[in-house]
């Protein structure tokens, strides 16, 4: 069974993203502890990338930083290894295929399953090109997350198949970045991946108050939040521990609320 299951395991799941390196790598390990404590049920670590096609402005920006102080793939690596020690929810990275590809994509993918990495994102890698990554993380036990975007309607059927850990359903269209409402009718696309599988599917593009994150908790299995974390820790930098952590308190009540509904 996936570890990615176990996000899920106990009723709606509040998944948080944050940019590895932003402000500094000791921060981002300081923060994924505290998010744990703070009720994140998974969290997705970004890794920086130069041209992130799938990010808005905010987390384009703390790409940006992370790079400029020096982040690169091995150094994340490390970090996980240390946070491996005490963190227990799954974990995730999400990067772009040219990151896991000039690393090596076997070299990146056994390396992410040896330090305790349950599943990998990656937005630029469109369902049909999977080919390229799934083998190998089939064969070292880690889940290719699918995405689902409102635009996959003939597709949806055939993603939701095949999809391992969970579904990431992309709320918009577009890119990353707080939303004042989101417009999708998020139920009938979640009916359709429910047709056609139990993987648990948690939305994410836009969430950023805890109406939303319950709003979305009611119409699938969870809610994912990266912009507006992001955006507390690039106003509070090496200080915004304790900002997010009642961010995500509040997000995770949020989800819960929408699981009682």
Same mark, same amino acid.
């Given at each position: 069974?996936?570890?990615?299951?176990?996000?899920?395991?106990?009723?709606?799941?509040?998944?948080?993203?944050?940019?590895?390196?932003?402000?500094?790598?000791?921060?981002?390990?300081?923060?994924?502890?505290?998010?744990?404590?703070?009720?994140?049920?998974?969290?997705?670590?970004?890794?920086?990338?130069?041209?992130?096609?799938?990010?808005?402005?905010?987390?384009?920006?703390?790409?940006?930083?992370?790079?400029?102080?020096?982040? $690169?793939?091995?150094?994340?690596?490390?970090?996980?290894?240390?946070?491996?020690?005490?963190?227990?929810?799954?974990?995730?990275?999400?990067?772009?295929?040219? =990151? =896991?590809?000039?690393?090596?994509?076997?070299?990146?993918?056994?390396?992410?399953?040896?330090?305790?990495?349950?599943?990998?994102?990656?937005?630029?890698?469109?369902?049909?090109?999977?080919?390229?990554?799934?083998?190998?993380?089939?064969?070292?036990?880690?889940?290719?997350?699918?995405? =689902?975007?409102?635009?996959?309607?003939?597709?949806?059927?055939?993603?939701?198949?095949?999809?391992?850990?969970?579904?990431?359903?992309?709320?918009?269209?577009?890119? $990353?970045?707080?939303?004042?409402?989101?417009?999708?009718?998020?139920?009938?696309?979640?009916?359709?991946?429910?047709?056609? $599988?139990?993987?648990?599917?948690?939305?994410?593009?836009?969430?950023?108050?805890?109406?939303?994150?319950?709003?979305?908790?009611?119409?699938?299995?969870?809610?994912?939040?990266?912009?507006?974390?992001?955006?507390?820790?690039?106003?509070?930098?090496?200080?915004?521990?304790?900002?997010?952590?009642?961010?995500?308190?509040?997000?995770?009540?949020?989800?819960?609320?929408?699981?009682?509904?």
């Amino acid at each position: 069974m996936s570890n990615l299951y176990k996000a899920f395991a106990n009723g709606k799941a509040f998944v948080a993203f944050i940019t590895s390196g932003d402000p500094d790598l000791e921060t981002t390990e300081r923060l994924v502890v505290a998010m744990e404590e703070a009720g994140a049920d998974l969290i997705e670590l970004g890794i920086p990338f130069s041209d992130p096609t799938a990010e808005g402005p905010v987390i384009q920006e703390a790409n940006m930083r992370a790079l400029a102080g020096g982040v $690169t793939t091995d150094k994340i690596f490390d970090m996980v290894r240390r946070l491996r020690r005490t963190v227990k929810i799954p974990m995730v990275f999400m990067t772009y295929a040219n =990151v =896991v590809y000039s690393y090596g994509s076997e070299r990146f993918i056994s390396t992410a399953a040896e330090i305790g990495i349950d599943g990998l994102i990656l937005p630029d890698v469109p369902f049909e090109e999977k080919e390229e990554f799934e083998p190998i993380c089939k064969q070292y036990g880690l889940d290719l997350v699918s995405m =689902v975007a409102p635009t996959s309607e003939q597709r949806i059927a055939m993603v939701s198949k095949e999809a391992t850990g969970f579904i990431y359903v992309v709320s918009s269209l577009g890119v $990353t970045g707080v939303r004042s409402e989101i417009t999708t009718d998020i139920g009938a696309l979640v009916k359709q991946i429910r047709a056609n $599988t139990d993987t648990p599917c948690a939305v994410g593009f836009g969430i950023s108050t805890p109406e939303q994150a319950e709003k979305m908790a009611r119409l699938s299995d969870g809610a994912i939040v990266g912009s507006a974390i992001v955006r507390i820790i690039a106003e509070h930098g090496r200080e915004s521990v304790p900002y997010v952590v009642e961010y995500v308190r509040s997000m995770k009540a949020g989800v819960m609320r929408g699981q009682e509904a």
